[in-house]
Every structure is written in C-alpha cells, then in structure tokens.
C-alpha cells in the first residue's frame, strides 16, 4: 500500500513570494490533515478535511494560507506572500474515517523562508 | 482546551537500557491518547493509542504506555532500546467529545549511547 506523497521535500524562498505545497492521501482515506512543525515544537494542525470539505481551519492563518482539496482526493496548500515565520516543515496526513483513526503522515516539506 | 506537556526535551540512554519517556495531559473531558515516532527526515508513525479498555497498551517495536488517569499521565516505556530507537517521540492528545483537534506536545528527542 503506497503512503501519503507530498512535494515538494524542500523548498526555499524569499519573504513576501508564494509557494504551494501538494500532498496525495492513502487511496480510500477520506480525511487528510495539513500540520505545521516549526523547528523544536510539535505538530500544529493547519486544516482538515473530510472529503472535499472544511472541517476545521480554526488555526489556518487565513490572509495567507489557503488550502484545497479538489473531487476528496489530492490536496493543495499555499502560501501568500510567506514570511520569515512560516519557515517550518509542512507535513500533510490521511485517515480513513476521522481523528481517533490512526492519521498516516507523508514526510513533509521543509520549507525556508529568506 | 486540551494541552500536552513532555518534560525532557532530551533523553539519553544507553543501548540496552530501559527508558521511560514522560508524557501528561490536561482536559477537562475524556481523552484519546497517542505515542508517534518521527525518524530522521522521516514523517511521524503511530506506536501507539489509548481509546478505552486496558490501560496498558503495547505498540510496535517493543514499546508500551500506560495511562493514569488520576496523575493524567500516559508514559512511554521500554525494557531494552536499540541504535535503531533513536529518533523524536511525540505524545499526542485529543478529546473524546466533539470534533477536537490532536493535539501534540513538543517532543522528547532519544539518543541512544553504544
């Protein structure tokens, strides 16, 4: 059984660009989780989604992130414009049903911002 | 509000020892409970959870938590660790009430001593 798949692994940027991080689920899994892990701290859920829907973004910083899940299935997270704090490792998960599902976690992007 | 709290930072241990990774939590509910395992460049992997029943629960690679409820603890334990043990070890919580989100701590970094 193929993992989740994100990409880029690594990308670095200047301040006030924009970048855009994808992530493929587990085939099935109709819940996928972008996390924020800033060096030295745990993972901080960005946004979920079940399906094709919103079901939590209370943490999305939302005049600059924004996130999509087009037909339930791949997932996009952007950045616009990036600032120097949102230097961190962008980890996106699936899960089949909900969060007391074991959430399978892909091996994220480290993204720098200069 | 649900909080998670991982005292040691760091924790070395030599190969073959017993280690004891601390983990407690607060909420004012019922809770879920979660050990991950973040290898090197690696995305985090379930060890274990705690849902209901026994509270002793035993994961993969030799690991085991128990969850105390009255000192609101869920410590992560093993008799021997290899080489292979190193890596960062998250305690993760969530409310069984609702659609509350995981909620991570901020990790114990075990380095394993030839």
């Known amino acids: 059984e193929a993992g989740v798949a994100q990409s880029p692994r690594y990308k670095i940027i200047e301040k006030r660009q924009s970048v855009a991080f994808w992530c493929n689920p587990i085939?099935?899994?109709?819940?996928l989780y972008w996390y924020q892990q800033i060096l030295g701290q745990g993972p901080k859920l960005l946004i979920q989604?079940?399906?094709?829907?919103?079901?939590?973004d209370s943490q999305l910083p939302k005049d600059r992130f924004s996130a999509e899940r087009l037909k339930g299935v791949d997932s996009t997270l952007k950045i616009q414009p990036a600032k120097l704090e949102d230097s961190a490792v962008y980890l996106c998960?699936?899960?089949?049903?909900?969060?007391?599902?074991?959430?399978?976690f892909g091996p994220g992007t480290r993204l720098t911002v200069l | 509000a649900q909080s998670v709290t991982q005292l040691d930072s760091q924790v070395p241990v030599f190969e073959e020892a017993p280690v004891e990774l601390r983990c407690n939590y607060s909420?004012?509910?019922?809770?879920?409970l979660f050990w991950y395992v973040q290898y090197p460049n690696q995305g985090l992997q379930l060890l274990l959870k705690y849902l209901s029943g026994s509270t002793l629960v035993k994961g993969i690679n030799g690991f085991e938590a128990e969850f105390n409820k009255s000192q609101t603890s869920f410590h992560l334990r093993k008799p021997s660790v290899h080489i292979s043990d190193t890596a960062e070890y998250f305690c993760?919580?969530?409310?069984?009430?609702?659609?509350?989100?995981?909620?991570f701590g901020t990790g114990t970094r075990l380095t394993i001593i030839p």
């Open positions: 909420s004012s509910v019922s809770v879920y």
């Open positions: 085939s099935g899994h109709a819940t």
């Open positions: 989604f079940q399906n094709n829907g919103v079901v939590d």
């Open positions: 998960a699936s899960s089949f049903r909900g969060l007391v599902d074991t959430q399978y």
């Open positions: 993760a919580v969530r409310s069984n009430f609702g659609n509350e989100k995981l909620t």
